[in-house]
């Protein structure tokens, strides 16, 4: 049987319907710069890790399936690591991770009829010496990425995605410090989940899903001492910014 | 898959271990490479690093001093290098194979710790200096890559720190107070002994007693061996590792106690 330029389009469709489905319900994802780095928070089920260190400057968060994450995550610190070494970690960017080492890949994937698509969306944050310099990749399974500067977000939809960003455009436009941004975060987090919950006013929706889950929230520290400048923080960290 | 091995990453990426590693060539007749051999066989070129346990973890102090046979070649060197952020290395030895080590075990225990999502154990990471010293052996061999390092961790099990140092074929030994690499350490090892025995172990030291004692044998080690720098034109390179992981010695420390020393 033959298959026609139809085919292949009704196929790129039928993918796109079937990752879009799955990725309907995932936890959004906030990244946020302040002065004293970057931010990247979301709500996960208890023992899924949605966060990950990447390079010296890179980290990465996504939604989708756990198993297309782990994909994307190594293919990234497979290829920083092997260019930090080869060249060295100042030529490992965020630009060169997404739009030359993962994009393409994804692409071809995607449009392979024959293979099973990624179901995954993946935010890459790359802190910078000041606020201003931070970037954050927007990543798609079809292989399509975006550039944004302050903040990120990813999400299920692209209602949920467009209503988080309406939180943190004003919000971004004078540089938060940490505190200030981490209680945003959580906000614009809960305006992203608010179409899958059932609660209406943020901090609802917020206590909602802490009951079934637990605030992820990853930190790139723009000075430190440490040579790895990635970490969680930690439940004391959180406590003060979470609904009793 | 490379399961955390970043030898392996560097070969499914085209980048086989020559890149980092001087691989075996024959020598051509007559040529004779092996001038920076020390005795007992050990290679080790002109310099002096040191590393001794005080009370909250490990010293570590190195010379500056980089010859090129009789050449001094560079006074501003850096011996002692951040494995990662709860490791130190010392090293005397052929700089270009010693550095392409240290960036090599560097990316090595970070690709483990972010690709696996665990920190490499301090086991691994010392069997994996011993993998790399193993495989520079060819060089070394030959007299052109050879270098010993001495490594410096912090144990959070046994909550203390620990002294390593290896043989040029990447045997690992465990030293209770201190360990020493380069032409000067040979000349200054009694000396060690020497303050163990009147002055008591090092890990009982304050950073400022070991450290005192440390640079009078680095200068020790000076006047006996024309290849290490000493105290006196250039301040040593002095690091520590606590469990508050590694740091420099404050700069105005060394220079009171280099002040100190040399007036004595």
């Excluded at chain 1, 960017?93 to 030359?100: K, L, N």
């Excluded at chain 1, 929706?205 to 440490?226: H, I, P, Q």
């Excluded at chain 2, 092996?34 to 690093?49: I, P, S």
Aim: hydrophobic share 40%.
């Amino acid at each position: 049987m033959a298959f026609t330029p139809y085919d292949w389009q009704q196929t790129l469709r039928q993918k796109a319907d079937y990752v879009e489905d799955r990725l309907r319900e995932g936890s959004p994802i906030v990244g946020l710069s302040c002065h004293e780095g970057i931010l990247l928070v979301t709500v996960r089920r208890a023992h899924q890790q949605k966060i990950f260190e990447i390079y010296d400057r890179l980290a990465f968060a996504g939604l989708g399936n756990q198993s297309d994450l782990e994909t994307i995550r190594q293919l990234a610190v497979d290829f920083a690591h092997a260019e930090g070494f080869a060249r060295s970690p100042q030529d490992v960017s965020i630009q060169r991770v997404v739009g030359v080492a993962l994009s393409p890949a994804m692409k071809r994937s995607f449009s392979d009829p024959l293979r099973l698509p990624l179901v995954v969306r993946g935010l890459f944050a790359q802190l910078g010496d000041t606020p201003d310099s931070d970037l954050f990749y927007l990543l798609n399974y079809d292989g399509e990425f975006s550039l944004t500067y302050r903040f990120g977000v990813a999400a299920g939809t692209e209602r949920a995605r467009e209503m988080m960003e309406r939180v943190l455009v004003e919000f971004t436009k004078k540089v938060p410090k940490r505190d200030a941004a981490l209680e945003k975060a959580l906000e614009a987090w809960a305006v992203g989940r608010h179409e899958a919950s059932s609660a209406l006013e943020w901090r609802a929706v917020l206590s909602e899903a802490l009951k079934t889950g637990m605030v992820e929230a990853a930190f790139l520290e723009r000075v430190s001492r440490r040579e790895r400048r990635f970490r969680f923080l930690s439940d004391q960290e959180l406590k003060p910014f979470l609904p009793r | 898959m490379s399961y955390g091995d970043f030898a392996k990453l560097l070969e499914a990426y085209g980048m086989p271990d020559s890149v980092w590693d001087i691989r075996p060539r024959q020598l051509a007749a007559g040529e004779d490479r092996t001038h920076g051999q020390c005795a007992n066989g050990v290679w080790a070129h002109g310099t002096t690093v040191i590393a001794v346990k005080f009370d909250k973890g490990v010293l570590n102090v190195a010379d500056r001093r980089a010859t090129a046979g009789n050449a001094i070649f560079y006074e501003e060197a850096e011996k002692i290098l951040k494995l990662d952020d709860e490791t130190l290395i010392a090293i005397a030895g052929s700089y270009a194979a010693a550095f392409e080590a240290v960036r090599f075990l560097q990316h090595s225990f970070k690709y483990y710790a972010r690709s696996q999502l665990q920190e490499l154990s301090l086991e691994g990471k010392l069997s994996e200096v011993s993998r790399v010293l193993s495989r520079s052996l060819p060089g070394a061999l030959q007299g052109i890559g050879g270098f010993l390092p001495i490594v410096s961790a912090f144990d959070r099990e046994k909550h203390e720190g620990r002294i390593f140092f290896y043989d040029v074929m990447g045997a690992r030994f465990e030293s209770r107070e201190f360990g020493a690499a380069g032409s000067g350490a040979e000349r200054i090892r009694g000396a060690f002994e020497y303050i163990v025995r009147t002055k008591g172990p090092f890990h009982t030291m304050t950073l400022e007693a070991a450290l005192r004692e440390t640079l009078l044998l680095l200068e020790i080690a000076a006047s006996l061996d024309t290849a290490t720098g000493g105290i006196h034109h250039h301040l040593p390179l002095a690091k520590t590792v606590t469990a508050e992981g590694v740091a420099d010695v404050p700069e105005e420390l060394l220079r009171s106690l280099q002040k100190t020393l040399l007036k004595e």
